[in-house]
């Protein structure tokens, strides 16, 4: 089983509340990755990062921000949460060329 | 762009028989790598299995084999001897040679029963 943790697992909060997903890997992964699964839908890369201090945004455009400080921690962070922002978030890390690991992902919803 | 495709939302199949799961893709290169993704219950995505665009021999991983048709572009997953602990979701998904995002099919789900 992969060593890549998400916090917390499920989330319930209400509308305008900031809220911080945190996920880390123990791996020494340099590469991570945030993905969004809405319901029997497909993922969605919407943050990804290469190492410290080095984040982009994925395909999907997402009002969430992301920081990588520390190699091993890469945390998501709403500043104002909203129902459209009720989703599935599901983190992910890899060495170099190698395949990606995914956390258990942190279900959100936004009341 | 490339796109992945999986035009099956639910299979189910009965413990210890076989069951293929659908996979096509749409993309202008020849180097890339094709993979399976299984996410049970629990959600945590695991890999199943991968297949080497350049390799012609299908990938195998005890009971999960893959179809890999380059020309066609198709990529379905066999699963033999089915179990329960199959029951999951299963994700088609494409990375480009050169790059390491991924792109995901839109997923089936696998019900197995005894």
């Known amino acids: 089983e992969a060593d890549i943790y998400q916090t917390p697992r499920y989330l319930v909060i209400g509308t305008g509340k900031k809220i911080t997903l945190e996920c880390s890997q123990t791996m020494g992964h340099d590469k991570m990755y945030w993905y969004q699964q809405d319901p029997g839908m497909e993922l969605h890369l919407i943050h990804y990062?290469?190492?410290?201090?080095?984040?982009e945004k994925g395909d999907l455009s997402s009002e969430s921000t992301v920081s990588r400080i520390r190699t091993e921690h890469f945390p998501l962070t709403l500043e104002s949460a909203r129902p459209s922002h009720t989703s599935q978030y599901l983190c992910?890390?890899?060495?170099?060329?190698?395949?990606?690991?995914f956390g258990q992902g942190t279900r959100l919803t936004v009341v | 762009a490339q796109t992945v495709t999986q035009s099956q939302p639910e299979m189910s199949v009965q413990e210890a028989e076989t069951v293929t799961l659908s996979c096509t893709y749409d993309?202008?290169?020849?180097?890339?790598?094709l993979f399976w993704y299984k996410q049970p219950p629990s959600r945590q995505m695991i890999l199943v299995i991968r297949q080497e665009a350049y390799k012609q021999q299908n990938a195998t991983e005890n009971r999960f084999s893959v179809n890999f048709q380059k020309a066609a572009k198709s990529f379905s997953l066999k699963i033999s001897d089915s179990q329960l602990g199959d029951t999951a979701m299963y994700f088609c998904a494409f990375r480009s040679y050169n790059t390491d995002k991924l792109i995901f099919g839109t997923g089936t789900r696998l019900q197995v029963f005894p």
């Open positions: 992910a890390s890899k060495l170099g060329g190698s395949e990606a690991f």
């Open positions: 990062s290469y190492g410290v201090n080095s984040t």
């Open positions: 993309t202008s290169e020849n180097n890339y790598y």
